[in-house]
């Protein structure tokens, strides 16, 4: 428990500092927020942007198709897309979403609320003859005190009669519980007042044009990926690329999450970072691991540890309906009580449903091999697009409809489990030689919004004019910042809270050698460099 209070702490703290150093915003804060919407302020845009092309660049733009990865089964193609939010609702229909795109949700008769079945937590209670089941919305830490005081009120309980509660097992969620007669909900006071779970599609409606009738209403996708299914057949024919190869696009999402929480981790609008690999059927399984193994290493280059990560692979009846193997790279973010891990990214070996669905109409995912789900006419249940979706080896003349590997990260996941593996408090001299708590984000230097902060030592003297030299200069290439406010010591503090890796201060002797000093963030360790070597030794670091 104590594990669980400090985790919670380190969580408000990181929460607050995303506030303070303008990281994070609540959306529409102004006007009383909006939940499940999040606001990048100066430092987390770059952050975010920082991920996003970090992603691009190593898994699409810097890939090099002559060279085969290690562990890859060959060398392969990489491409990238931009497609559209609001997309063909007949898309959605033959994805599967408009029909299995749903979360179940229980309202509350007494209190009007409503809550997602499997987010709301509790556990059997009695008292006397009486059992019931305690339920509540609480964070993972004040959980039982929670259902403890609901408990002891329901029973008509003073606090100094707690041990008259009889708890049975451990706390759970809602939906191991049969029958809800003798629930409590979270925000009832009488028993029995949540009704039977219902289909809730998590899909966004809207509607394209002035009329706007029935027929012209549309989605905000939910995921990227079917723009690039969609534009399978345009990608293969533009470009001069073979069966393997992937589309990898960057983008918004959008999901009416019923419960969202857990700062931005289930976001209503939210950046998805996709990557469709098709590849031969044969070669499927051995991509499926390629790729899985590879995204989990990416997380941890840019400096997520081995030991905060955990790899997942789902097991059958976990999967999803088009899936013939899923893993989940799972991240230890600090809400969640210790022990537990939350999806980071999935990676899908999703067959040849997405593909078949687009070109025949929506598969029946119960059917093996999958056939098109029929309507009681006998016709398409929703009808395909009736384009050729296959593809033919040129070398072997074979003609078949590809297998995708689909690794689907988020980038609001991605950005908040860097910020929560970033955060540190350790003790750092301050500027007069004395130890001082300093709170440090420990960002990869890829990661950073600022890369590198000038200050003069002091405001006289001509420092401060070198400095703004040095920055202009360094402004060409990379995020950098300008600072002589203060003293030097609380200047690197702001920065060392940022996330800054590197200061570089012009002193006196900067103006007789030229040379700077560059303090590392992270070691404290000051190097002097000569200035006309300072921006090459930067990108070095930066990019090492
Ligand atoms: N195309 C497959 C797909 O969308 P998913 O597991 O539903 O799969 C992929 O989503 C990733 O998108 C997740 O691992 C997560 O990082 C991110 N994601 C999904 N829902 C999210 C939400 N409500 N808020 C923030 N990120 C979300």
């Known amino acids: 428990m104590k594990g669980l209070l400090s985790l919670m702490a380190s969580m408000e703290k990181i929460v607050s500092l995303c506030k303070r150093r303008g990281f994070l915003f609540q959306s529409s804060e102004i006007y009383g927020g909006l939940q499940g919407f999040w606001d990048y302020g100066p430092l987390g845009v770059e952050l975010k942007r920082n991920l996003k092309d970090a992603w691009w660049r190593d898994m699409c733009s810097g890939h090099n198709e002559m060279v085969q990865p290690a562990g890859a089964p060959s060398t392969f193609d990489m491409v990238g897309l931009d497609s559209t939010i609001i997309m063909h609702p007949q898309i959605w229909k033959c994805s599967g979403h408009y029909d299995m ?74 939906d191991t ?3 809800f007669s003798q629930v409590l909900g979270p925000d009832a006071k009488t028993l029995g007042t949540l009704t039977e779970p219902r289909e809730f599609n998590l899909m966004f409606k809207t509607t394209i ?29 533009s470009s001069r690329i073979n069966v393997p190869f992937g589309i990898a696009q960057v983008g918004k999402s959008f999901r009416n999450e019923i419960t969202p929480r857990n700062f931005t981790f289930r976001s209503r609008e939210f950046e998805q970072m996709e990557i469709e690999f098709f590849c031969h059927p044969n070669s499927s399984q051995d991509w499926y691991r390629y790729w899985r193994d590879r995204r989990l290493a990416w997380y941890q280059t840019l400096g997520l540890s081995r030991e905060s990560l955990l790899m997942r692979e789902h097991a059958a009846e976990e999967l999803a309906h088009y ?7 799972e991240y230890a ?35 093996r091999p999958m056939v098109v789900e029929l309507d009681e006419f006998g016709k ?12 033919r080896d040129d070398i072997t003349g074979e003609r078949f409809t590809p297998h995708v590997i689909e690794p689907s990260a988020g980038a609001d996941r991605g950005a908040l489990a860097f910020l929560c593996e970033a955060y540190h408090e350790d003790e750092a001299p301050d500027e007069n030689g004395k130890p001082q708590t300093r ?9 950073a919004p600022i890369k590198a902060a000038v200050f003069p030592l002091v405001k006289k003297d001509g420092m401060p004019e070198l400095a703004q030299e040095i920055y202009a200069e360094l402004k060409r290439d990379m995020a950098v910042f300008y600072d002589e406010k203060s003293a030097v010591g609380r200047r690197y503090r702001r920065q060392d809270e940022a996330g800054t890796p590197y200061c570089i201060t012009v002193d006196t002797e900067s103006l007789t050698t030229q040379t700077v000093t560059i303090r590392d963030r992270d070691t404290l360790e000051q190097t002097r460099v000569k200035i006309g070597e300072l921006a090459a030794e930067l990108k070095r670091r930066i990019s090492g």
């Not at 259902?147 to 606090?159: D, E, G, S, T």
Request: hydrophobic letters at 35%; proline letters at 5%.
């Open 101 to 174: 795109f749903h979360d179940y949700m229980v309202d509350c008769r007494e209190s009007k609320k409503r809550y997602r079945h499997d987010q709301v937590r509790g556990r059997w209670v009695s008292h006397q003859e009486a059992k019931v089941f305690v339920t509540t919305m609480a964070e993972a830490d004040e959980e039982q005190a929670e259902i403890q005081h609901r408990a002891l009120k329901y029973f008509k309980l003073r606090p100094k009669d707690a041990e008259a509660l009889v708890y049975d097992g451990p706390s759970t969620t809602l």
């Open 177 to 179: 519980v049969d029958e």
């Open 209 to 237: 044009g002035a009329l706007g009738g029935e027929e012209d209403y549309a989605f905000l996708r939910p995921e990227t990926a079917q723009g690039i299914f969609v534009n399978f057949k345009n990608v293969l024919d």
């Open 323 to 329: 899936s013939v193997g899923t893993a989940d790279i």
């Open 333 to 367: 973010f600090p809400f969640l009580p210790k022990g537990e891990y939350g999806e980071l990214e999935g990676i899908a070996h999703r067959g040849d449903f997405d593909l078949r669905s687009h070109m025949e109409g929506k598969l029946d995912p119960s059917t």
């Open 380 to 391: 398409p249940r929703h009808r395909g697009s009736g384009r050729d979706l296959t593809y």
């Open 439 to 447: 709170v440090v984000m420990k960002l990869h230097p890829r990661l």
